[in-house]
């Protein structure tokens, strides 16, 4: 029996009960479906008899439209700078009125990606080319100039310990062990990781975590910490300050409700939490904190060691290669 013939017995079943009762709603109540559904299959085999009632099939849904071609984006791309005010609605009407028609979401990506998706992106083009003719830059353009180029600009990190970002994250109450936290730390340069499992994230805990385990690894492989970064929890002042200022490091804070500016370890910990922990929970039955640190090194010796990198600081090297790199052959990876 194929699928559509099982959904076709079970309907025509539903409706069999529902005779047999003399009662619809509690027919429905049996099988967890709405009388509104179930007077619409009533409708369709009056209307067509038994055969009504299998499934429609549906029409396959319309693909992706074809990319966008370069005349197109040529166009889009001049008469938006002709027209700076106008928004990609009022660009999709004006174009069609041409001859070419393209929709104003495929305007408006068209012009985010060429960073004029804003009218004050596209007036500040217009007003920079006039200034190039004319000789003339405005402070009100000069200054509008810097902040874009501050806001597209990412963090500054040449090698390992210029910025490492640290964050805690909260596993949950384990029956048997109790609450556990994860301590995180990610390099800003190479993606390196370090994490550790503590029963509570205070300014105590974080800041041995600092002195114990994040800074030995930077120099057992020759780096120093220049700076960290960390959001605005209780857990890092304090004790965490204190130890910052013993290690000559700089702590700098998040803005508040800025969370995402720390996105180097919110991104790492959103790693471990989908690959490593929601696994883990599954296969395995975990009775103390050691067990579920020798879990969480095993999975950060893969994901330093051997798993693939794809972003722009690594370019295709996972982060032992660069964090290891100063260390030499003699240092071994793992530490």
Known sequence: MTLEDSVHVSRLHVLQRAHELGNVSAACRERG??????YRWKRRIETYGPDGLHP????????RPPSLGSEDERAILALALAWPTWGPQRLSLQLARGGRY????????ALRRRGLGTRKERLLVLEYRSAGTTGLLTDRTRKALLEARARKRHVQARKPGDHVSLDSFYIGKLKGVGRVWQLTACDAACSYAVAKIVPSATARET????????QPAYRHAGWEICQVLTDQGSEYRGAFDAACRRLGIRHVRTKPRH?????F???LQGTILHDHWRVEFRR???TSRNQLQRSLDRFLRFYNDDRPHLGYRTRGRTPSDIFWGAAGPQHSRKG
């Open 33 to 38: 479906l709405s009388r509104t559904v179930f």
């Open 56 to 63: 429609k099939r549906h029409a396959p849904r319309r693909g």
């Open 102 to 109: 393209i929709p104003p979401s495929t305007i408006y990506r």
């Open 207 to 214: 800041a041995r975590f600092l002195e114990e385990t994040v």
């Open 259 to 263: 969370a995402w500016t720390n996105g």
């Open 265 to 267: 370890v919110e991104r």
């Open 284 to 286: 395995h039955y975990f």
